[in-house]
């Protein structure tokens, strides 16, 4: 928490879990979003990429389709003029330039920005500032998971790849044993 406001941020919720052990799903997190969304009003939510223990890459998009929002994901580059965030995005063919409207739940890639680093007079304000404490219970989501791990094994183990001579024979071995060509 403190981190987040000695870098600005004027106003903090901590939604607190049952417990420090239980888990939630994508879906449970964008519902308690969803929740603060429509306590607080705020024009545009700023996510990050994808979950770190999970790697599912989902909150943004259930987020945004729960609000009705526009979204806007991958992103790394942002400027904000009135109702309007003018983003570019990354993706495989190179980085894509988008106009949404706002409100908008945006998800942030790493180079959206370069982190600042407090400094004391900073350090010392954000003890100041509110922390709003609520449960999760009081927001009325069900945080139950909805998904079960049946199983998890290894891939299976690749054959050992083969060196060739020459292109001809690289080209026979194609046709006639890979049969690709």
Request: with cysteine; proline share 6%.
């Amino acid at each position: 928490y403190q981190r987040r406001v000695h870098g600005g941020v004027d106003k903090a919720i901590h939604v607190k879990l049952p417990s420090d052990s239980h888990e939630l799903e994508p879906l449970a997190v964008a519902k308690i979003l969803k929740a603060i969304g429509d306590k607080v009003q705020p024009d545009l939510i700023l996510t990050g990429k994808q979950a770190i223990d999970d790697d599912s890459c989902a909150v943004p998009q259930m987020l945004a389709s729960l609000l009705g929002w526009s979204q806007g994901t991958f992103i790394c580059d942002m400027e904000v003029d009135g109702k309007t965030a003018k983003i570019s995005r990354e993706t495989d063919a190179g980085v894509q330039k988008l106009e949404l409207q706002l409100p908008s739940v945006i998800s942030c890639d790493l180079r959206l920005n370069e982190p600042r680093y407090a400094k004391l007079p900073e350090i010392m304000k954000a003890k100041k500032k509110p922390l709003e404490e609520i449960t999760v219970e009081s927001l009325g989501i069900d945080t139950a998971p909805r998904c079960k791990i049946v199983s998890v094994t290894d891939p299976a183990a690749r054959a050992a790849g083969v060196k060739v001579k020459s292109v001809e024979e690289l080209v026979d071995k194609l046709k006639n044993e890979a049969k690709c060509l």
